[in-house]
């Protein structure tokens, strides 16, 4: 037994036998309350904790079986014994199938008693510990999911940034597209989670250009209509290679596989159209256009950030949606601080909840 006594209630209508079963209870070691009825017993058990119950099943107003249920709703925890006559064995079998831990059947020994209660408690004990057991394993199960997660996840964003080393021109692309991507987001008041979800993407919009051919990426020249469509295959690959990790939370793969998408419904992959492009996909699109022309590339120097302004605003309507320009502006009215200076890296993880397939939905 524990240090601290463990509290027994005795229900019974016959003040004698819960008298007696009283002092067995006290005299080995147990504390022991009595109630004379069903709603006595629930009162104290309001007010009292009490693992271990011993209820006799005949008794009026309430019976033993009413009892029984009302414990089992209300504290699922306690440990039921009911005592019935030997003629009513069915009655104390369907108690057990209800929840009850045990029974004796009248009339029995004092010394009985004791020798139950005490199985009672330890079928108690081996329920609340498995109980404890599978919390626990559901906690290190989650944990160690999420952990995969970052451990993929950060497996990508090193692509990234392997990707981007090998380029002189592009080094730092995808951390300020992320940048502005969430300035924009701010803007354009969205909630914190798709916030989250648009900076993470940003970071990794370009990670399907893994798939392609170095000769394309880095030819200091113009690109040629093959050249050009076997680069624009790297939305399909980002979002085939981020499909196993993110598939709860597909805000994420829609910004990657459309980011390339125009407003009017001339762009790749997918030849989608104003609001069938999800809206964090058109922040992202401005955010790497202007980050990509404001930026020197091999076969061009940077343009101004006013030129690059003015380009946007001759593409709004068609490649850029009006409402993530408008925002565009708000969030970086003075063209004199721009291009933004390239941030510190941040790799932004995995929003609580998606390996539970929990993730928020889309705006």
């Known amino acids: 037994m524990s240090e601290s006594p463990i509290t027994c209630l005795v229900v019974d209508d016959e003040a004698p036998l819960r008298e007696a079963i009283g002092r067995v209870l006290l005299a080995n070691g147990y504390e022991c309350i009595t109630a004379a009825s069903g709603a006595e017993a629930l009162d104290i058990m309001e007010k009292v904790e009490v693992p271990v119950v011993l209820s006799d099943i005949k008794m009026p107003v309430m019976d033993g079986v009413t009892l029984l249920g009302k414990i089992r709703d209300r504290w699922p925890d306690t440990a039921v014994l009911v005592v019935t006559a030997v003629a009513e064995v069915e009655v104390a079998v369907a108690c057990l199938q209800m929840g009850a831990l045990d029974y004796l059947t009248k009339p029995f020994q004092l010394n009985e008693v004791k020798a139950r209660i005490e199985q009672a408690i330890e079928k108690r004990r081996l329920l609340l510990d498995n109980r404890m057991y599978q919390e626990h394993l559901s906690e290190l199960v989650a944990v160690q ?36 991507s969430g300035r924009i987001a701010n803007e ?24 392609v051919r170095e000769a394309v990426l880095l030819k200091p020249a113009r ?4 050249e050009y469509d076997h680069l624009m295959q790297h939305m399909a690959i980002g979002a085939r290679i981020l499909d196993p990790l993110l598939k709860n939370a597909p805000q994420v793969i829609d910004i990657v596989r459309s980011h390339h998408e125009h407003y009017d419904g001339s762009g790749l992959p997918d030849s989608l159209a104003k609001d069938a492009i999800p809206l964090p996909a058109r922040v992202v699109s401005l955010a790497d256009a202007f980050d990509a022309m404001t930026s020197v590339r091999p076969y061009r120097a940077a343009m101004s950030p006013q030129a690059a302004l003015e380009e946007i605003d001759r593409c709004t309507g068609r490649q850029f949606d009006p409402d993530v320009v408008g925002a565009f502006h708000s969030a970086f009215p003075e063209p004199s601080e721009l291009p933004i200076e390239t941030p510190d890296k941040v790799h932004h993880q995995l929003p609580e909840g998606v390996a539970a397939g929990q993730a928020s939905s889309p705006q």
Not at 165 to 178: C, I, L, N, P
């Open 145 to 180: 999911a999420r952990r995969i997660e970052e451990l993929f996840l950060e497996g990508v964003q090193v692509l990234v940034e392997a990707l981007e080393a090998k380029d002189a021109y592009t080094r730092g692309h995808s951390t300020r597209v992320s940048a502005y």
């Open 223 to 226: 690109l040629d209509a093959d």
């Open 188 to 211: 354009l008041s969205l909630d914190a989670d798709n916030q989250h979800y648009i900076k993470l993407a940003a970071e990794l919009h370009d990670v399907g250009k893994i798939g």
